[in-house]
């Protein structure tokens, strides 16, 4: 390679490292937070459900038969299935993951242990489907009847935790106590005649099962972070954000109008609350739950949130069908995040861990051919230690040529 080609080359690397860390200031105005596509984003296969924990990052590729559970190996994507069958509604505690796989006419429960890298299988003569995991409890919806019931392995005699007539949905785990949503229907649907969900927890520590707040309008859509459980409630959901905890207490967080999808990590709640002109969101410290402070003020709705910490993710529908996601990072003001905005795409459902998102990067979101993609972020430090070791080996170069140069204008002796 000739002297001015390899000095080129190195200066190239080296402005894309400086990119990539995000180290040329403010001049050049580089994100903060940097993103990439781990899915395959070339193919014509839609990948979405991305489900985060720690160093474990999995999500659901392809539907139906083709569908396989697919998992973040830090620099590529890796196949956890390749089987034919469908495999699908991944969960993830960072150590293991969970999904259902199609077996003949029934759903099995199958478990992969990273430590081991085995898989173990939970079956029945009917259905088992939605599995949830942390640590060593497995949770599922076992079809025993038709409306389904709430498994749990290791539990009771028998490990089932409900037998009623109602529809157990929205398992989530947090350690060793378990939250879900039983009621008269799966959907929530406009009008009176189905508000009549409730919030139900299983606490393992005493081997005892809660129902919080237990009335006559919708109670749903529970999220679970240590002893802490949040839910919206009211008229069809909308109405009211509720606190509670995994010993069967509950109390009223913040009376509004139109409160929604709220999320907690167990000392902050965050949700969607309606001016009467969009969405925006709210923030109450547990430590003073009643004091609620706006954290967005704008004219879009501001959607989904996610927090964890002095970290807050959520979705900005900014532009019909090019939403954006926007983050405050560290307790720093609101901003977007750059790889999604004006990328035609609406970039939806974020789910945060500590200091990491993940989120669904989706073509015609809701037609019949929508078409997803899973973004991480920030970037993987795998691949920051690639970008590393380029620009070591650019600076390698760059010494090279430089020396090169030198010596070739030393006259040489005769």
């Known amino acids: 390679m000739h002297a001015p080609l390899i000095a080129v080359t190195a200066t190239w690397f080296a402005v894309a490292f400086a990119l990539l860390l995000g180290g040329v200031g403010d001049a050049l105005a580089t994100p903060r937070l940097l993103a990439c596509i781990v899915s395959n984003p070339l193919d014509s296969v839609s990948e979405f459900r991305p489900r985060l924990a720690g160093d474990s990052l999995v999500w659901q590729r392809g539907v139906g038969a083709g569908a396989e559970i697919m998992r973040w190996n830090g620099l590529i994507a890796v196949n956890l299935t390749s ?159 509720w606190f509670g905890n995994s010993t069967g207490t509950a109390s009223l967080l913040y009376d509004g109008a139109d409160e929604r999808n709220p999320d907690t990590d167990g000392a902050r709640v965050v949700w969607e609350h309606h001016d009467g002109f969009d969405r925006e969101l709210f923030l109450v410290d547990l430590a003073n739950p009643g004091s609620a402070v706006q954290i967005t003020t704008d004219t879009f709705d501001d959607v989904t949130p996610q927090i964890d910490g002095a970290n807050i993710v959520w979705e900005k529908k900014n532009v019909p069908g090019d939403s954006e996601i926007w983050y405050s990072w560290n307790g720093d003001p609101a901003e977007p995040l750059m790889k999604s905005r004006g990328n035609f795409r609406d970039d939806v459902r974020p789910r945060l861990d500590g200091d990491q998102f993940v989120y669904e990067s989706c073509r015609d979101l809701g037609t019949p051919t929508e078409y997803c993609d899973i973004v991480l972020v920030p970037e993987p430090r795998a691949t920051l230690l690639v970008a590393v070791t380029l620009a070591t080996l650019a600076l390698l170069a760059s010494r090279s040529a430089r020396r090169a140069q030198a010596l070739a204008r030393i006259p040489k002796r005769r």
């Open 83 to 241: 089987n034919g069958v469908a495999d699908t509604n991944p969960e993830t505690d960072g150590v293991h993951v969970v999904w259902q796989q199609r077996n003949g006419a029934n759903h099995d429960i199958a478990v992969y242990d990273y430590v081991t890298r085995t898989t173990t299988f939970l079956s029945s003569p009917g259905d088992e489907t939605l599995p949830v995991i942390s640590g060593s409890y497995v949770a599922w919806i076992e079809m025993v009847d038709p409306d389904g019931e709430v498994f749990i392995d290791p539990g009771p005699i028998g490990n089932q935790l409900t037998g009623n007539s109602l529809v157990e949905a929205s398992m989530s785990f947090s350690g060793s106590n378990l939250v879900w949503t039983e009621g008269d229907e799966l959907e929530q649907t406009p009008g009176t005649g189905d508000d009549d969900h409730d919030i139900v927890v299983w606490n393992t520590e005493v081997e005892g099962l809660f129902i919080l707040n237990d009335n006559t309008i919708d109670d749903i859509r529970p999220v679970i972070a240590g002893d802490t459980i949040v839910w919206q409630a009211g008229l069809d959901g909308s109405g009211d954000i």
